[in-house]
Nanobody, 136 residues
């Protein structure tokens, strides 16, 4: 059982920055893969980035690549998402997720989500979400 809690959301103007945090507790040793996902009202859930916690490899969605970065502080069991040059289309509820996944599955999870939609179930642990609002 893994508990995830996001924080750091807020309201910013276009071009601004936010840093989201995901604090993990419980049996975190089984969470080899972690990620950030987002969903805006009336839209499908979209993968933002996944990271393999053991290998350090990351996969970013094209929509955020070059603007967002992700980092993991293993000592604090906290995953961060640094969001720069925010755009109105980044407005969404952002969720942290984790699961014990091998490297290949972890690096293709975002693609699987886009393909499967409601049938996607790669990640079993989810936080409650934090709201990000970007105004123009």
């Amino acid at each position: 059982q893994v508990h995830l809690m996001e924080s750091g959301g807020g309201s910013v103007r276009s071009g601004g920055s936010l840093r989201l945090s995901c604090a993990a507790s419980g049996d975190t040793t089984s969470s080899a893969c972690m990620g950030w996902f987002r969903q805006a009202p009336g839209k499908k859930c979209e993968g933002v980035v996944t990271i393999h916690t053991d290998r350090g490899m990351r996969y970013f969605a094209d929509s955020v690549n070059g603007r967002f970065t992700v980092s993991l502080d293993k000592a604090k069991n906290t995953l961060y998402l640094q969001m720069n040059n925010l755009k109105p289309e980044d407005t969404a509820t952002y969720y942290c997720a984790s699961e014990d996944l091998p490297l290949t599955t972890c690096m293709t999870a975002i693609l699987h989500l886009a393909q499967l939609g409601d049938q996607w179930d790669d990640f079993g642990n989810w936080g409650q979400g934090t709201q990000v609002t970007v105004s123009s």
